[in-house]
T-cell receptor, first 113, second 115 residues
Framework: DTAVSQTPKYLVTQMGNDKSIKCEQN?????MYWYKQDSKKFLKIMFS???????INETVPNRFSPKSPDKAHLNLHINSLELGDSAVYFC????????????FGPGTRLLVL | AQKVTQAQTEISVVEKEDVTLDCVYE???????LFWYKQPPSGELVFLIR??????QNEISGRYSWNFQKSTSSFNFTITASQVVDSAVYFC????????????FGGGTRVLVKP
């Protein structure tokens, strides 16, 4: 069984569209995250939720809105997609907000044309 | 603020050679955790090791070994007798309370192992 899963794996869309990426973890973890990896492989945290509550919100455009329906799921909705949003988006989870290990999903490669 | 620097952007070796990846970090925390992740060509991020700031013992896991030196703020990673399957981007990362327990990644080191 996959511990952290994301759908879709690939997403190709036009500028201006709205899209969502879904993430689910079956590790029983309380905390989930979204990271963005740019074309130079640089990884940066975007958001973190603990038990459905937003705890980390980095400097991310308002077009990005995370939603956590329960502690096993964290979705990422992106409005009005721009060319610069093209990247790989990784979901991760960890046992808590402390310094536990984060386990990552397979990534979603988003290409905005 | 916390920072992780991986000065080597790319390392190319021939199979069976040893390769050492450098990682230098900055943090104001006294308690923090260091990690290494592997990103193979398939793209996923694979957790390799976690080390807390109070445990400076070196660790060995098969062909992988890690050297944590608090005095020089370094957490280096060595692959012994490299194999083609070791070809990947390797990331060092740091997590500490002062930065809100955010995981800060280094820029990554691409390792290419040639047969």
């Amino acid at each position: 069984d996959t511990a952290v899963s994301q759908t879709p794996k690939y997403l190709v869309t036009q500028m201006g569209n709205d899209k969502s990426i879904k993430c689910e973890q079956n590790l029983g973890h309380d905390t989930m995250y979204w990271y963005k990896q740019d074309s130079k492989k640089f990884l940066k945290i975007m958001f973190s939720y603990n038990n459905k509550e937003l705890i980390i919100n980095e400097t991310v455009p308002n077009r990005f809105s995370p939603k956590s329906p329960d502690k096993a799921h964290l979705n990422l909705h992106i409005n009005s997609l721009e060319l610069g949003d093209s990247a790989v988006y990784f979901c991760a989870s960890s046992p808590g907000t402390g310094v536990g290990t984060q386990y990552f999903g397979p990534g979603t490669r988003l290409l905005v044309l | 603020a916390q920072k992780v620097t991986q000065a080597q952007t790319e390392i190319s070796v021939v199979e069976k050679e040893d390769v050492t990846l450098d990682c230098v970090y900055e943090t104001r925390d006294t308690t923090y955790y260091l990690f290494w992740y592997k990103q193979p060509p398939s793209g996923e991020l694979v957790f390799l090791i976690r080390r807390n700031s109070f445990d400076e013992q070196n660790e060995i896991s098969g062909r992988y070994s890690w050297n944590f030196q608090k005095s020089t703020s370094s957490f280096n990673f060595t692959i012994t007798a490299s194999q083609v399957v070791d070809s990947a981007v390797y990331f060092c990362a740091l997590r500490g309370e002062a930065a809100g327990n955010k995981l800060t990644f280094g820029g990554g080191t691409r390792v290419l192992v040639k047969p």
